[in-house]
């Protein structure tokens, strides 16, 4: 097991990502001098930096010219260069393998691992979570956990504040955080200290969010939070939806705790009873921790507030979830019953990218087996005894993390060092079962996946309980209750080995097997991320570092291997696939897991509310532990995107017109006029016309008649009169009325249909109807109206529709030179989702046209007094 001596050099994205992610840093600037290779700051934006790799060629003082690899020639100050003590992955592993190996009792053992965990590292074969990375052996102040989750907030101020410090320094030193926000008590309730009422479990939510969005993790990346609640907590509702509202939580991703009982009552649609502790017991301060059984089991009163349809609950949270991806849900009580430390140390909450569940003061201790790296080419199938020999070696990698680390809160090592939790998972499954030609989310693949995750779980745990024998089992470790897990009854079944090995000679780590996302670093090795299918073959990643193209290498080298050929079958991304096919492949791994997976069901942009209430019960039916899903598009910014931008033409076209297209448009009947444009394009594409302007012949002018058709749709703002007219039987302008005039919604909607009308009139516009009712289609905003295909989410969402009825039913077309235009009206009958104010029923009412807030956005500017005034927030003209 000698080390490789080749030097690998990383190329493009992925030495921009270790460079800047988890090579050692040097910190001292003055250290800078001609020669070195740094990371440069191209683009200084603060949501969409651009980083490059460039080496110094020239310095004075404090000034440093550098090359980048793409040949730009940037000067800057060396302050802003990030200068690194290791250049090439090699330097990084042997500091990991010392680091890492210290933690053996004597020099011998000390020697050895070093040289296995070296071996371990080589050629990306283990790749360690990124603060163990970044950290082992270069920090004595980072901590080498990924992620934490810290105990629910006390129900007071000075509790709150206590976390919100915890979370802080958490961040600051490179972790992420997850809270429980169940111990809170509700909105309106009662405060009797200060004679008052309390602002509820979501607005302190928003407290931690907004902390969050200032930190930079361990100087290297934004903080990241995880906030969750209980499906019985009063507040449940406006948790769910409380990304609706602008500027609330911003930097948090959000799950709901549901419960067994709960899942049966949307499966029987019964009631469900939202309540909280009587917060006038006697030691209600000191004793409530959030755990609402315990708080029950202990004889403690508990106040119902209200009670709702479980399915109420439910759908909220998948109207949300189709909407912008969030909330997730976690299936907690399964979770729990599960979990491997069911009889000593409940589950509270997930990390933020919720493939850990975790206790108070848990702490998320990850890295991946890179399965890329395990074909074995001459038999055509996986390396079954390296891939062995890595999974253990791996585990006591994970395991000597526990003692390396430094710990800056005693009760994270206490429960830590009580419990020995690792986290081992994997990346390049998605390259691995392209070389074995399996095809991603097929029925051969589930079984390949269990075969697979079975063998390493099996390895994972004999290697755990060997070491055990030879250090010693977690502290708090119980032969017997530990085998009565739900996931030890399972292994055990499958694997009698393992449940005498664990008699025999104990368990080192209480759970062994978690699979994370690992999208930085899989991307930086240059693989599938986690137990993902690849996104695209060619995509464009949106991150700190800049907007970067990739194309997957091992799709780059077949296509350049069969020039003219299409990919084959086994080539799958993950819009290939349905997202049941997600879901089943991740309730395939979920068995070999014993804490969680990090895994998202991707779902076209069409993909209903409907689909989304199935997928997420098919999730829980498959004993998933949780469900995330994303629908294309339902984000105004995606890390990864296939096209750079969609409609790039048209919107670089658009762009060279801007000051044109603001002098034409100063009245409604100039919008119609042909566009002008003063920088010259193909002679093909132009004319010459009067004086020194030039006419994009692509542009549609208007004809004397047009016909077409007027819907009335009912909106959030109003009703809506919708007026859409056809050129060559094609959609070709848009009329918008909606409000009263001079009011905001009013000139907003008439901007929103000049610009329509501007992307339809130009060019080829047989396709774009289709890409705008795309783009428009699901754009939510604070409030909903109507119920399935008639709910309508904005005023853009109802030109979507509109858009779509007027091309199903064809109405105008063809005609477009009769001698008047023929309005026809349809109506879209719909009804009002409050979703707030009276526990979120719905009712069948009239809506009123609203103006914008400009405080908290929402259409309930309202005229109350003579002043204009925000029915949501308490915004008014006139304070």
Known sequence: MSNLQQTRRLEGLSEKIFLDRYAWKDADSNHAKVGDVVLVLTKDDPKFPTKEVGEIINREGRIATVKTRSGEIVTTDVEKLTLNIEKTPEEMWDRLAKAMSSAEESPELQAEWQEKFRYLLDDWKLVPGGRIAAGAGASDELTLFNCYVIPSPKDSRGGIMTTLSEMTEIMARGGGVGINLSSLRPRRSIVKGVNGSSSGAVSWGGLFSYTTGLIEQGGSRRGALMLMINDWHPDVLDFITVKQTMGQVTNANLSVCVSNGFMKAVKEDSDWELVFPDTSEPDYTEVWDGDLDKWKKSGRKVIPYRTVKAREIWNTIIEAAWKSAEPGVVFMEHYNDMSNSWYFNPIICTNPCGEQGLPAWGVCNLSAINLSKFYDEEKHDVNWDE??????????????????TPYHFEENEKNQKNERRVGLGTMGL???????????????SLEFLDKIYGFMAREAYLSSADIAAEKGSFTAFDTEKYLQSGFMRNMTEEFPEVGEAIREKGMRNVTVITQAPTGTTGTMVGTSTGIEPYFAFKYYRQSRLGYDEQFVPIAKEWLEAHPGQELPEYYVTSMDLSAKDHIRVQAAIQRWVDSSISKTANCPSDFTVEETAELYELAFDLGCKGV??????????????????????????????????ADQFAGEEAALEPLVLSETLPTEEVEKTQGNKVVDKQYKSRPQVLRGATYKVNTPFGMAYITINDLDGIP?????????????????AEALGRVCSLFLRYGDHGYKVE???????????????GFG??????????????????????????????????????????????????????????????????????????????CKTCSTCGYSKCS
Not at 639 to 658: H, M
Not at 772 to 785: M, Y
């Open 387 to 404: 891939l062995a020999i890595t999974t253990r070696y791996s585990v006591r990698f994970l395991d000597n993390v526990i003692n390396t």
């Open 628 to 661: 995330t899903m994303y629908r294309d598009g339902s984000r105004d910014t995606q890390v990864l995107n296939t096209g750079k931008k969609e409609s790039e033409e048209v919107e670089a076209q658009v762009e060279e017109a801007e000051q044109q297209i």
């Open 732 to 748: 070709s302008e848009i009329f918008l009325n909606v409000g009263k005039a001079g009011s905001d919604v009013f000139a907003m």
């Open 771 to 785: 890409l705008l009712i795309k783009h428009l289609k699901g754009i939510g905003g604070s409030g909903a109206i």
């Open 430 to 444: 998605a390259e691995l079962m392209i070389k074995l030609n399996i095809r991603y989310g097929s029925p051969e």
């Open 789 to 866: 295909p008639n709910r309508v989410e904005s005023i853009a969402d109802a030109v979507a529709k509109a858009l779509e009825s007027h091309v199903q039913s064809g109405v105008g077309g063809g005609h477009e030179h009769d001698p008047a235009p023929v309005a026809a009206t349809l109506e879209m009958e719909s009804s009002v989702d409050q979703g707030t104010g009276d526990g979120g029923h719905s009712h069948n009412v009239s809506v009123t046209s609203r103006d914008l807030c400009p405080s908290c956005g929402s259409a309930t500017l309202i005229n109350i007094e003579g």
